[in-house]
């Protein structure tokens, strides 16, 4: 796992945070060999990343500029693992790629292992199948809405909050939150 892609909406907050915060840390750990972007399922290329970003990185001892880019085919050919930062990221970069579906996760549950991941696999799988039935026109059972429906109540959010517009603080809470789930990529892939 050489190519590390971060996901969120505009590409100008949380995933450049978590690029350049784990560019930090890989250095630290003397993992340079791992290639880390970022991209917004909503982003302009070219956009500067927002202020309170900028100086989060900074404070974090990150000192690159970063730019915004869109989520393309060509990223996530490029990418070993695409790290969203919402569950609607993963879905909505699964929805226009489906071919990379093995490499999608957010970061919190890649970083997760507890046995709540192996729910969220299950759950997924049973969407799968139900959107299957729907499309072929057959019946879906109360007990498959009642599967789901269990499952989806024992998850754990694997959301982290965006922090567009917010104070320095909101953006420095968003950001210790995305390291600490770093700090467990880190040793999961080091």
């Known amino acids: 796992m050489n190519r590390i892609l971060f996901v969120c909406t505009g590409n100008t907050c949380r995933s ?6 784990l560019r930090r840390m890989l250095e630290e750990h003397g993992l340079q060999h791992i290639e880390v972007r970022s ?3 909503a982003a302009y290329d070219g956009s500067p990343v927002s202020g309170n970003a ?3 990185l900074k404070e974090k001892g990150f000192k690159e ?3 915004s880019s869109s989520l393309k085919g060509e990223l996530l050919n490029w990418a070993d693992l695409v790290l969203t930062m919402t569950s609607g990221h993963k879905h909505h970069a699964i929805q226009r790629f489906p071919e990379y579906i093995d490499k999608i996760y957010t970061l919190k549950e890649f970083v997760d292992d507890s046995e709540a991941a192996d729910q969220l696999a299950e759950l997924e799988r049973l969407v799968a199948e139900l959107e299957v039935k729907r499309a072929l026109s057959q019946p879906v ?4 809405r009642a599967r789901i429906q269990l499952l989806e109540r024992g998850l ?4 982290i909050a965006d922090p567009f517009g917010g104070s320095v ?3 420095r809470q968003c ?3 995305i390291e600490s789930c770093l700090i467990k990529l880190i040793r999961k892939i080091g």
Do not use: F, K, N, R
């Not at 754990?156 to 959301?159: E, F, S």
């Open 156 to 159: 754990p959010d694997y959301d």
């Open 65 to 67: 500029a970063l730019t």
């Open 54 to 56: 900028a100086a989060i």
């Open 141 to 144: 059972t109360g007990e498959e």
């Open 169 to 171: 603080i909101l953006y």
């Open 16 to 21: 450049p945070m978590a690029e350049g915060i």
């Open 175 to 177: 950001a210790e939150e």
């Open 39 to 41: 991209a917004g399922v």
